[in-house]
């Protein structure tokens, strides 16, 4: 298992192959040739925007909490199956972290909404400071068989730069509201 990028990208036999695999490629938005990870969150937006109507905010808690616990595993074996410790294939991270951005900071219209993309792709694409650190605790390091732990790593620094958004965003509510 290497940290190296993934010389082959998984197509639909690969996604259908294991359930695991679905929920790990964000049902399918990681195999998106380009920006996988800007793909899988685009789809969380729109996944959280049909599915708000009729979750209420306690049941929002409770599919981000399961999200995680099972998103944990579904990374750690469709890491495993690709045989890579980050593939940008898999963007249930993604998913699951834009979520909890998301339910925490809803109620906002279009551009609240479109702020926090922005501010959690950078978050995530740039890995600077607090998210950097997340991405390399718990990365797999060679000749380590992968488990639990990893698949949390896979989802803790996409988590952290959530807390980074959300954080960003009560600054910036703050200073406008205090005018």
Do not use: N, Y
Not at 90 to 102: G, K, S, T
Not at 121 to 134: E, H, N
Not at 144 to 162: M, S, T, Y
């Amino acid at each position: 298992m290497t940290g190296a990028a993934l010389t082959r990208r998984p197509g639909v036999r690969f996604l259908l192959s294991h359930p695991a695999h679905v929920i790990a490629l964000g049902f399918g938005s990681g195999l998106s040739p380009v920006a996988p990870g800007t793909v899988g969150t685009l789809w969380a937006w729109v996944a959280f925007l049909v599915l708000s109507p009729v979750l209420s905010a306690a049941a929002w808690g409770v599919v981000i909490a399961i999200g995680i616990a099972v998103g944990a595993w579904a990374c750690c074996v469709a890491a495993r199956h690709l045989e890579a410790a980050d593939p940008g294939a898999i963007v249930w991270d993604e998913v699951v972290a834009f979520w909890l951005v998301l339910w925490i900071a809803m109620p906002l219209g279009f551009a609240g909404q479109l702020s926090a993309f922005v501010l959690f792709r950078l978050f995530d694409t740039i890995k600077a400071g607090p998210v950097g650190w997340a991405d390399r605790l718990v990365k797999w390091q060679p000749g380590e068989r992968p488990g639990w732990r990893h698949g949390l790593g896979i989802l803790f620094d996409d988590l952290v730069a959530a807390a980074m958004t959300l954080l960003v965003m009560a600054v910036v509510a703050r200073v406008v509201s205090a005018g």
